[in-house]
């Protein structure tokens, strides 16, 4: 899977433009499809994102904490841009 992700501003979680997916977006479903899909996938993103630096939970926004979310998004940014194998992205954030 090749993936096209700039890196994550904080603008991001604070404003939307119709039409345009957010990086960050790509990169949970980037997570998400790595993970297995469905629940699986769910929770392979919840985790490694929580080993990123996000602290807060599904339940807080990311623009309630743009700054640690853009920081934990752009660790995984770096991440995936090397390898999208589960294992490895695991092996990076332990």
Sequence with gaps: MQLD???INRDEFLTFKAGVKPNYVKIEEALIEIGGRGIDGAKFKKDVLEKAGWKYGK?????AHPDVAADAFNKLREVLLDTQDKDEIIERFH
């Design 59 to 63: 339940l807080i926004s990311y623009g």
């Design 5 to 7: 992700i700039s890196e």
